[in-house]
T-cell receptor
Framework: EDQVTQSPEALRLQEGESSSLNCSYT??????LFWYRQDPGKGPEFLFT???AGEEKEKERLKATLTKKESFLHITAPKPEDSATYLC?????????FGKGTKLTVNP | GAVVSQHPSRVICKSGTSVKIECRSL??????MFWYRQFPKQSLMLMAT?????????EQGVEKDKFLINHASLTLSTLTVTSAHPEDSSFYIC????????????FGPGTRLTVL
């Protein structure tokens, strides 16, 4: 069975303190690795799709990378507005398999 | 681009009544939409896959007679919770599949259902 595991479950950072979130997956034949951001009481907001090992994508302070077994979401010099739950999912045209998410809190 | 809306954003109903939630893709056509529910502090759980012009495919354990899904057009899918009970109270979120490329799913803002 396909599984997506995210770590840590929760992460507290000071503003400006860079860190990384991890997403590991056990899937034969990856059909896309997706990162979403979810704020409380809202639907997930699409961030990135990664498809091939070695692929990297960036958006503002966020950078997502992919290896054959895991993906990282690097957050550089985070700001309080980056506080959210970050969800990783594996899938494609079929259903997405979500991890449980990492709740990120960035303190000013 | 790739905007998905949901209506209503919040609904409170009495036990035994039915509630309809609409999901619309505003700037693209979506032959496939998905319905999820999310309990507090938990991740999204897929309920069903909705395909335009055909019957929805439900995940194991989801009652298809209780959660009626209709995907009547390429931009609209509806979820009707029939004879709602307090245990159906949850956050319901839809997504629409942007076909082609990597087939990303774009999510609506969610609907908070509270059944009294």
């Amino acid at each position: 069975e396909d599984q997506v595991t995210q770590s840590p479950e929760a992460l507290r950072l000071q503003e400006g303190e860079s860190s990384s979130l991890n997403c590991s997956y056990t899937v034969s034949g990856l059909r896309g690795l997706f990162w979403y951001r979810q704020d409380p009481g809202k639907g997930p907001e699409f961030l990135f799709t990664l498809y091939s090992a070695g692929e990297e994508k960036e958006k503002e302070r966020l950078k997502a990378t992919l290896t054959k077994k895991e993906s990282f979401l690097h957050i550089t010099a985070p700001k309080p507005e980056d506080s959210a739950t970050y969800l990783c999912a594996q899938g494609g045209s079929e259903k997405l398999v979500f991890g449980k998410g990492t709740k990120l809190t960035v303190n000013p | 681009g790739a905007v998905v809306s949901q209506h209503p954003s919040r609904v409170i109903c009495k036990s035994g009544t039915s509630v309809k939630i609409e999901c619309r893709s505003l700037d693209f056509q979506a032959t496939t939409m998905f319905w999820y529910r999310q309990f507090p502090k938990q991740s999204l759980m897929l309920m069903a896959t909705s395909n335009e012009g055909s019957k929805a495919t439900y995940e194991q354990g989801v009652e298809k007679d209780k959660f009626l899904i209709n995907h009547a057009s390429l931009t609209l899918s509806t979820l009707t919770v029939t004879s709602a009970h307090p245990e159906d109270s949850s956050f319901y979120i839809c997504s629409a599949l942007l076909a082609g490329g990597y087939n990303e799913q774009f999510f609506g803002p969610g609907t908070r259902l509270t059944v009294l």
